[in-house]
C-alpha cells in the first residue's frame, strides 16, 4: 500500500508565502514523477507543478516565478514553495508521485495521489 500525505496549507495573506510538503511512503521501489496539481471551487484541476526524477522541473503558466518545487528522493518527499501569493492561488492542493512499488509483484509507473491540503489567500 502506498500512501502521500500532503501538509503546510492554511490561511495566508496576498504577498504572502506558504510551503507545502508531501511523503510518500509503502513499499516504494522508485518514485518517477512528483507533483503538485490544484482545483479551486467550481473548477478543473490544473498543474501546478511537477519534478522528475532527475529534478527537472516544470510549471504550470500561472505560477511560474513564484513557486519552486523541489524533493528530497531520500525522503520521498516533495516540497512546493509558494511565495508572492494572490487570492488566485486558492484551492485544494494535491499531491501526486508516479512511481513503481513492490507488492506480490512489482508494478511500474503506478499513479497515487494524497488527499489534498487547503491553501487559501485572503486579506
Do not use: H
Not at 495573506?13 to 510518500?24: M, T, V, Y
Not at 482545483?39 to 511537477?50: D, I, K
Amino acid at each position: 500500500q502506498v500512501q502521500l500525505v500532503e501538509s503546510g496549507g492554511g490561511l495566508v495573506q496576498p504577498g504572502g508565502s506558504l510551503r507545502l510538503s508531501c511523503a510518500a511512503s509503502g513499499n516504494i521501489i522508485r518514485i518517477n514523477t512528483m507533483g503538485w496539481y490544484r482545483q479551486a471551487p467550481g473548477e478543473q484541476r490544473e498543474l501546478v507543478a511537477t519534478i522528475a526524477a532527475g529534478g527537472r522541473p516544470n510549471y504550470g503558466d500561472s505560477v511560474k516565478g513564484r513557486f519552486t518545487i523541489s524533493r528530497d528522493n531520500a525522503k520521498n518527499t516533495v516540497y512546493l514553495q509558494m511565495n508572492s501569493l494572490k487570492p488566485e492561488d486558492t484551492a485544494v492542493y494535491y499531491c501526486n508521485a508516479n512511481l513503481d512499488y513492490s507488492s506480490v509483484v512489482v508494478r511500474y509507473g503506478m499513479n497515487y495521489w494524497g488527499k489534498g491540503t487547503l491553501v487559501t489567500v485572503s486579506s
